[in-house]
């Protein structure tokens, strides 16, 4: 699908099955959402550039992501979306900026790119340029993973007051093998924000390099403003990581200590019931020279001794603090 806008937030749809289409001078941004070959090629002939493929956007050489090309600028940069859910995924999302215009090129819908639609309509008239237009689009992509992050923080926290509630709750059984999947689940979003920073970094880095772009002091001033936004979130993103490593080193740490709660109850139960076992050894021979074999209170005696002898290893134990 090819979308058109104009810097009123109004769109037009275009299509290669309408001949004699072309570009009225107010459009200024111009987004394909999973284009087909032919929607490829109308852009192309519309625009005299080269549109990316999905290939061409998956490569990861920064010369290939990064360059400029018959006076029009190519950047790719990996996004996340799907970042509500549980499984939260990058995708890749070409810039271009030709002829005045921007032009979009993307196979998935991160959840900024409709934030940034809804606002169009209320965006300043500078943006009417596709300089200023992609400044204010990635500072709302920086906007939309700032909440991400917010969003994240919130889960550890709860992750860490479940974690470390008080111990003589009742806790269901897995209790904290199911915390570590939710765990690793806040571990994979937070390392793709900070993949999306990352390239998102780099992009505004090669984008005020552009003479282009330098010519525009209020888009210059917009992106230095996002590089700071961008550098302040990847050290934000990189503090959760490491609330996040502490979570599950202390989610280790715990399930062990309760696995080696459970091995001391079977090791000190074992303790227990050796002597009574040791002395029902001792009564279960058969040797004609033992004088309690004709004793009339033998039995009950030993019986006698097998309880004392389990129950004194027992309170030993408990006075010692191992129970």
């Not at 490569?59 to 549980?86: C, G, N, Q, W």
Request: aromatic share 8%.
């Amino acid at each position: 699908m090819i979308n058109a806008y104009r810097a009123n937030g109004l769109h037009t749809v275009l299509s290669p099955d309408v001949p004699g289409q072309s570009l009225t001078s107010d459009i200024v941004w111009i987004d394909l959402v999973a284009p087909s070959h032919e929607e490829d090629r109308l852009v192309e002939d519309l625009l005299g550039i080269e549109v990316p493929t999905r290939d061409d956007l998956k490569d990861i050489e920064p010369s290939s992501r990064l360059y400029v090309e018959k006076d029009a600028v190519f950047m790719t940069a990996s996004l996340v979306f799907k970042a509500d859910t549980h499984n939260p995924q990058i995708t890749d999302v070409a810039f271009i900026l030709a002829g005045g215009r921007l032009v979009t090129v993307r196979y998935a819908e991160p959840k900024s790119f409709n934030l940034f639609i809804a606002a169009l309509g209320r965006a300043p008239d500078e943006t009417c340029d596709g300089r200023m237009l992609l400044a204010h689009l990635i500072e709302t992509i920086a906007d939309r993973t700032a909440e991400i992050l917010e969003t994240v923080v919130a889960r550890v926290d709860q992750l860490s007051n479940d974690i470390f509630r008080g111990r003589d709750e009742r806790r269901p059984p897995k209790f904290l093998e199911h915390k570590l999947a939710e765990i690793a689940e806040c571990h994979r979003l937070v390392g793709k924000v900070r993949d999306s920073l990352s390239s998102l970094s780099r992009v505004l880095s090669f984008l005020l390099n552009v003479p282009a772009v330098q010519e525009d002091t209020k888009v210059v001033s917009l992106c230095a403003t996002v590089v700071k936004d961008v550098a302040t979130l990847s050290e934000h993103a990189a503090f959760i990581a490491g609330n996040i490593a502490f979570l599950l080193d202390a989610s280790l740490g715990l399930i062990n200590v309760e696995q080696n709660a459970i091995i001391k109850i079977f090791s000190i139960a074992s303790v227990v019931f050796l002597p009574p076992t040791l002395v029902a050894s001792v009564y279960g021979m058969n040797f004609r020279a033992m004088p309690e074999l004709d004793w009339t209170f033998g039995y009950p005696m030993a019986l006698v001794g097998m309880l004392i002898s389990a129950i004194v290893p027992f309170y030993f134990f408990r006075w010692k603090g191992w129970l």
